[in-house]
């Protein structure tokens, strides 16, 4: 599976919209680009998941660049409670069910009041 | 999304017993499971695949005989730390696939498990 790297933390001031970085330069045509947090304590939530056009969903927006090399996860304005690990991770189209996911170690991001 | 439930969400016991963590799928049948295990201020990995009817496929250095897995039913996967050690302790946490071609994975709340 394709690595990605992220910044290892971030801080957005609450009510701004946070713009979370992610580099997979090694991502190959068939895996996705998916988005999962992890609050304090809990499991992940998943958030958005993409492979080559840019998705919306009700929690955030995901912008794939034309060459897949990079993405960006947008929230889009940011409240406390979106303080979390944010982790991006290439992920195979599946064909049997099995694939895994790999963990990074994320970017921290905190919500500033 | 799916709905998953885990329990015990906190146990503590005694070193040399055996624990037992329920995962369930409220919401659908889930031929696929995942274990995974964090410890404090690592990332999640991944212990073990379970698949409904067959013996779950562990990960390198996941030892099976002490991480029993049982996946009996479509909507309950169990994980049962057998003869527990302090190294043990960790938070571990379920996943669940809706099906075999949508690769989204769902996450139970975990549970926080402490070795005495």
């Known amino acids: 599976d394709a690595k990605t790297t992220q910044p290892p933390s971030m801080d957005c001031a609450e009510g701004r919209a946070a713009n979370l970085p992610c580099n997979h330069s090694t991502i190959s045509g068939n895996e996705y680009v998916y988005w999962y947090r992890q609050i304090h304590s809990q499991g992940p939530q998943y958030i958005i998941h993409?492979?080559?056009n840019n998705e919306t969903n009700e929690m955030a927006s995901l912008i794939i660049t034309e060459d897949r090399k990079s993405s960006t996860l947008i929230l889009p304005h940011a409240t406390l409670r979106d303080t979390a690990v944010y982790y991006c991770i290439a992920v195979p189209i599946s064909n049997f069910g099995n694939e895994k996911l790999t963990f990074g170690t994320g970017t921290r991001l905190t919500i500033i009041p | 999304g799916a709905v998953v439930s885990q329990h015990p969400s906190r146990v503590i016991c005694k070193s040399g017993t055996s624990v037992k963590i329920e995962c369930r799928s409220l919401d659908f049948q889930a031929t696929t499971m995942f274990w995974y295990r964090q410890f404090p201020k690592k990332s999640l990995m991944l212990m073990a695949t379970?698949?409904?009817?067959?013996?779950?496929?562990?990960e390198q250095g996941v030892e099976k005989d002490k991480f029993l897995i049982n996946h009996a039913s479509l909507t309950l996967s169990t994980l049962t730390v057998t003869s527990a050690h302090p190294e043990d302790s960790s938070f571990y946490i379920c996943s669940v696939r809706q099906s075999a071609v949508q690769e989204t994975q769902y996450f139970g709340p975990g549970t926080r498990l402490l070795v005495l």
């Open positions: 379970s698949n409904e009817g067959s013996k779950a496929t562990y």
């Open positions: 993409g492979l080559k």
